[in-house]
């Protein structure tokens, strides 16, 4: 009954392993996946990956099925005592198994060579492309417009079936750009800029993260690529560029006036009469028109005042200071105004 009962436990961490490495492939989540591509790049990659698991698969099968008519022919026999006949130094098994390996490598090794300059492939000159400057901060991302005058952050707009030339690089740490469902994984180092090309096939939302461990929030390090058809990517350009940023309220004009005593140092909105323009935070332009707070929050009432009471509680070692010391009253006309900035 003792032996039972070890054997039992010992089956149980085998099989929570197991039901743990099934799980993890499970996900409704269909916009942060390498094996649902919504670009061209990111299916040609996937591509590769088929090619190499192919690869891969063919070798396993064919190993084990040596294994398997070697381990059945040759067993040792009822009554054998003789050493089986030795096959050490059989020139033709030597070159067969050296030269396969190789013919395998090549296959695999022609179309990565192949795709690997094809993605580091830069636009042509005077081709029409959306240039974007992508430079990562512990810990959000911000996003600058180079040909259209824009800057914006955690949210970045792109128009469907266009081209996108993004220049990586970072302001203190090293991050790393990945939008699974767009393209590769690309380092943004302090210092150097790194070119990527993304571009969407259909119009969504694709999730993005921070690849390179970055500091205690590195795993809250989100952002959306949002890619909408080219008449409404115009109009958002559009509305970036003449922004509706004065209140309409009395609520929300108090809530600019306690924006502007608290906030301005740091953060920057265009399309009022801030003479300030704050560049170490977020640029909040269009503040109201975006999908979630901080990158991880969604974006309405409560989690706004969550996340502006207490930063650090919802992602560690942020620069942004708390304002628990507001009122409620001050707490609604800072939401109120901040959630309407179109």
């Known amino acids: 009954m003792v032996m039972i009962r070890r054997r039992s436990w010992f089956k149980l961490p085998l099989i929570f392993g197991l039901l743990m490495l099934v799980l993890s492939g499970c996900s409704d989540i269909d916009t942060l996946s390498t094996l649902k591509p919504a670009g061209p790049d990111a299916k040609e990659q996937l591509n590769m990956m088929y090619l190499s698991l192919g690869i891969m698969v063919i ?11 070697v381990l059945l022919k040759y067993r040792r026999k009822p009554g054998q005592t003789e050493i089986p006949k030795q096959v050490e130094g059989n020139h033709k098994l030597e070159i067969i198994w050296t030269v396969i390996p190789i013919i395998l490598l090549a296959i695999l090794a022609v179309p990565t060579v ?35 005058d824009i800057r914006t952050s955690q949210d970045l707009y792109i128009p469907v079936g266009k081209e996108v030339q993004l220049e990586l690089t970072s302001d203190d740490v090293i991050h790393a750009f990945w ?56 109009e958002w350009v559009a509305n970036m ?47 109201g028109e975006r999908s979630s ?18 930063p650090e509680a919802v992602k560690p070692e942020t620069i942004m200071p708390g304002f628990d010391h507001f009122t409620d009253e001050q707490m609604d006309a800072m939401s109120e105004y901040l959630l309407n900035l179109k």
């Open 241 to 287: 560029q003449n922004p509706e940023s004065e209140p309409q309220t009395e609520l929300a004009e108090q809530g600019k006036e306690l924006f502007s005593q608290s906030c301005m140092g740091c953060h920057a909105v265009r399309g009022t009469d801030f003479k300030t323009e704050g560049m170490s935070a977020p640029d909040l332009t269009g503040f």
């Open 114 to 148: 192949s795709s690997i300059f094809n993605l580091a492939e830069k636009p042509a000159e005077g081709e029409d492309v959306i240039n974007i400057r992508v430079t990562g901060h512990q810990y959000w991302w911000e996003f600058e417009y180079t040909d259209l």
């Open 59 to 69: 070798v396993v099968a064919i190993v084990f099925a040596i294994f398997t008519y």
């Open 293 to 310: 707070i901080a990158g991880v929050l969604d974006h309405d009432e409560e989690a706004l005042k969550e996340w502006l009471e207490d």
């Open 179 to 234: 939008v699974p469902s767009l393209a590769g994984k690309q380092d943004a180092t302090p210092g150097k800029i790194t070119p990527l090309r993304i571009e969407a096939e259909r119009a969504g939302t694709f999730q993005g993260k921070c690849a390179e461990l970055c500091g205690a929030s590195h795993a809250l390090m989100d952002f959306n690529v949002v890619a909408t058809e080219e008449g409404e990517f115009d």
